[in-house]
């Protein structure tokens, strides 16, 4: 099923597959329909009408959202986000079996704006109840509702409980460095993968080097 960057409800700050209202800020929202399927969902050998189609996600300002949206959802066809198919390939096949800790510590740190995968939310999640912030908190961090904000933080407790995790904020930090499992670094992906795979980190970009954790975390609280 193609899905078109379009939607009637009032744009919010929110993220996500659950989350799409972003598309309402999209450069092509207000397209005909014969022509989004004819400038997004063209042949592959159709360069001139891909490189058309790049030319509108180039000045979109949620590009990044409907890059993240396509891999979040799995969605294998179309232009989204400014790559095609075939350059979004490795961020699917790598998204899940992503554990990036310096993502997750910049997140909680530094309050970055930065996209994690399900493990690396929980992750963020964890620390979160550790350090008592609250679900709207949590919420604004992730870009998500606050009721789903105050689920997280539950499952989190509950987590934290039974899987015997560390109680601190400093403890846990360091099990989460301890489980690192980044994506591979742009010039390993050229290596591997080519030229389209290395464009495609480009528009991701993965930070390897997490913040150190130390007493830090009371101002995080």
């Not at 994506?183 to 480009?202: C, E, I, L, M, Y």
Request: glycine share 6%.
């Amino acid at each position: 099923m193609r899905h078109l960057t379009s939607v009637d409800a009032p744009a919010t700050a929110l993220r996500g597959a659950s989350d799409p209202h972003w598309r309402d800020h999209a450069a092509c929202r207000e397209m005909d329909l014969a022509e989004s399927e004819r400038l997004f969902f063209c042949s592959t050998r159709a360069r001139r009408t891909i490189s058309e189609a790049k030319t509108w996600c180039q000045g979109c300002p949620v590009r990044q959202d409907c890059l993240q949206a396509a891999i979040e959802e799995g969605l294998g066809e179309g232009i989204r986000g400014g790559l095609t198919a075939t350059e979004r390939r490795p961020l699917h096949a790598d998204w899940n079996q992503r554990f990036d800790a310096s993502r997750i510590l910049r997140a909680f740190w530094y309050r970055r704006d930065v996209v994690l995968n399900t493990d690396e939310r929980d992750a963020l999640a964890r620390l979160a109840h550790l350090a008592g912030w609250t679900p709207d908190r949590l919420a604004q961090a992730l870009k998500v509702g606050p009721k789903f904000g105050g689920e997280l933080l539950l499952m989190a407790r509950a987590d934290i409980e039974e899987l015997e995790l560390p109680t601190t904020v400093t403890a846990l930090c360091d099990h989460i460095r301890e489980q690192h499992n980044p994506q591979p670094k742009t010039k390993d992906v050229k290596r591997r993968r080519g030229k389209k795979a290395a464009a495609a980190a480009r528009v991701l970009p993965f930070p390897v080097a997490a913040p150190t954790c130390d007493s830090r975390w009371k101002a995080a609280a």
